[in-house]
């Protein structure tokens, strides 16, 4: 490879401007002269990825997530900064790069719903300009990989979501795409067919060296698939580290679970550095700042006020870690 | 080479699907005898009561005139505005806009696919009908008809996909673009001679019909007159300047519109 970089995003910038209707102003001024409102989707972004990586890019609800994708993959134009996306940049080499990216968004479909599936990926082949014989070939080695034989000739709108979205994820990876970007791919799929996806995008990154940017709300998503987070929330990047080090980012804050002989009737004020997270007649949750106090000593405080049948000290779960992060983002307070 | 085995693939693959599923061909044909056939079968009452003829020409002729407006309806070539404005107002234009076409092309082709079956089975049908009914005008059967016939069809063909591609990408700025698509299609309706055959038309109607794009549209219905054979080359000439014209504009929007688009959700 030619290029030393899958990606590489420097200071990104996305505004949109709409038109507001201004209440004092009458239909006239309003049609002549609208009242324009901006809002920075992307501020000032900058980012790399390496060839092969799996990388999750999350962050709450509007925060800017789908946007970048979509200015990454030439959706979008960016209002400022430089995109370059296997040394191409979006913008101008659009066609281009098509060739070696591949898509799925997951609230949307790129199939054709009333044909069997085979129309579709045969489509995307032809759209992608295979020979014949070479999109029959790849044709059945995706039906292979993704267990598609049983459904392979059926009606795309007769398939069950997680059918559905498995020939989502096969139809992007027809031309074999050197980058795939998956905006919330396991939206709505239920555990199992989410596990499934998951082993198929592994499978890819691993045989085909594929390069795996993913946009999920599931925390499942990112502790399997992906070996790097990267954080952004009100279009700023917060934080972008190996996703094994994200959940040592409140290392020093640890839960004690207490589940009571028989019932917790009192819950006295605890000493500095312990906190309740839950207070409940049967559980009590405390966090531990470990700063503050050691385990040990936060253990022996805690069991001299309850009495307890049960005891269990652990870390915060990567959603609880996540759920920090986006609320201690300074501008979300 | 490559536009043409996307154009293929798609018109095929479309076809196919059409043909697999043939209540739409039912519906387009019931829609056909609906509104085709009982305007005929009025007008024939009509150039019956006037001694049969009307402004110089038989009922033969403006039955003819008007089945090549109607069975051109049926390819609904129109139906490109709708498509983009779903596409921009469901957000769909993001999954098309990162593939290696061009979207505005691929819209086309789509549309062609969508409707050329239903096109060419009823028209095929309905020239046989019609031949058997009102039998086939002197002029029908001239050399220059012969030769001119496809060439005005696919004119009216890539002019109306102009027109109405212009209107659908509209959405990108406007997103409700049903009251302008509304106007223009009642234009081409009026202009094409589907309530009216041009024969009958006033003066003026027939200038704003030869020289706007809505009128030359449809210019297909003008092939069966006894003027086709002076006018022709005007007509086909008018085709291609409006469609030439349209098209720069369509891509110069297209253009802009790839600047302005914001999608839902991003």
Known sequence: MSETKALKIHNLSKIFSFSVKDQRAGWMRNL?????????????????????????????????????????????????????VLGLDPTKDRKRLAYQIGTVFGQRSQLLPNLPLTDSLEFFGTMYDMPGKEIQKRMAELTHLFEM?????????????????????????????????LDEPTIGLDVVAKKSLRDLLLKINRDEKTTIFLTSHDVGD????????IIINHGVLIKDLPTQELSKTFAYEKYIDLIPEDRFSAFPELSAGMRYALKNE???????????????????????????????????????????????????? | ???????????????????????????????????????????????????????????????????????????????????????????????????????????????????????????????????????????MTTTIFILTIIPVFLGATMLSLAIYSIIGLLAFWIEEITPIFWIVDKAVMMLGGSFLPFALFPDFMKKLTVYSPFG???????????????????????????????SLLAWTMFMKARQKVSVNGG
């Not at chain 2, 003027?227 to 085709?239: D, K, N, R």
Request: aromatic share 10%; charged share 20%; net charge positive.
């Open chain 1, 282 to 333: 049967d559980k009590v949750t405390v966090m531990v700042d470990m700063t503050k106090m050691s385990l040990q000593e936060a253990m022996q405080k805690l069991l001299n006020i309850f009495r307890v049948e049960d005891i269990d000290a652990y870390n915060m779960d990567l959603e609880t870690i996540i759920r920090h992060i986006y609320e201690r983002d300074p501008d979300r307070q």
């Open chain 1, 222 to 229: 990112i502790e399997t698939l992906c070996d790097r987070t």
């Open chain 1, 149 to 181: 034989d049983s459904f392979i000739d059926q009606p795309v709108r007769k398939l069950s979501l997680g059918q559905r979205m498995r020939a989502e994820v096969a139809a992007s990876l027809m031309h074999k795409p050197k980058i795939i970007f």
């Open chain 2, 216 to 246: 030359a549209s449809q210019f297909m219905t003008h092939a069966v007159y006894d003027s086709w054979a002076e006018q022709w080359v005007f007509m086909l000439g008018a085709q291609a300047v409006w469609t030439i014209a349209l």
């Open chain 1, 32 to 84: 002549l002269k609208p009242h324009t409102k901006a809002v920075k989707a992307v501020d000032d972004i900058s980012f790399s990825v390496e060839h092969g990586e799996k990388i999750a890019f999350i962050g709450p609800n509007g925060a800017g997530k789908s946007t970048t994708i979509k200015m990454l993959t030439g959706i979008l134009f960016p209002t400022s900064g430089s995109i370059s």
């Open chain 2, 1 to 139: 080479m490559r536009e043409i085995r996307i154009a293929s693939k798609i018109i095929s693959t479309l076809t196919r699907d059409r043909m697999q599923y043939p209540g739409r061909l039912l519906v387009d044909a019931f829609a056909m005898i609906a509104r085709c056939g009982i305007l005929l079968l009025l007008y024939s009452r009509v150039f019956q009561l006037n001694g049969g003829t009307i402004g110089g020409i038989t009922f033969n002729v403006a039955a003819w005139s008007m089945f090549f407006y109607f069975s051109f309806s049926v390819f609904r070539l129109r139906d490109i505005s709708k498509a983009i404005m779903q596409d921009v107002r469901s957000g769909n234009v993001e999954t098309l806009f990162n593939k290696p076409i061009s979207y505005l092309l691929y819209r086309v082709w789509w549309q062609i696919g969508m409707g050329l079956f239903s096109f060419v089975a009823i028209t095929i049908v309905g020239v046989v009908v019609l031949v058997l009914i009102v039998g086939l005008p002197t002029t």
